[in-house]
């Protein structure tokens, strides 16, 4: 599947495209898991519109958090990213524009995300949203 960025650049660009089409039952989400470990898992923080449970396990999971997150947003668009990796740990800073659903508000956000690979694909990502204030008034909250 290639090295880790690569990996994760089509994950990236799998995941807009899942959000672009309206998620749950209208994205292509075998585009999204292809690029998933079954293991996966997504440790969301507390207090963001889309955190759910906190933690996301498995593809099953994974596809239940993107549709709450698709529920959130219309859009997604990766301004600008970042990334050091030391083999298959990667940390990635991305500048990403957000549409809310809500609201139609955009928000501009800087997220980091420290991710773990196994294999070629991912197997653990924690989110690091540097105003989380800023994204929840965007949807409203």
Known sequence: ???????????????????AAGGLGKG????????????VVLHQAPGMPFTGTGSWRGHDGMERF??????????MEFLAQDHVS??????????????????GR?????????????DGR???VRPIYWDPSAIAEACGW
């Open 1 to 19: 599947m290639g090295d880790a960025w690569s990996v994760l650049e089509r994950f990236y660009a799998a995941e807009a495209d899942y959000i």
């Open 28 to 39: 292509d989400y075998a585009q999204v898991a292809v690029h998933l470990d079954p293991d």
């Open 66 to 75: 993107l549709a709450v997150f698709s529920d959130t947003w219309t859009s």
């Open 86 to 103: 030391n083999g298959d740990t990667v940390a990635v800073r991305s500048r990403v524009r957000f549409r809310s659903r809500a609201t």
């Open 106 to 118: 955009e928000v501009e956000a800087l997220i980091v995300q420290w991710i773990t690979m196994r």
């Open 122 to 124: 991912i197997v653990e």
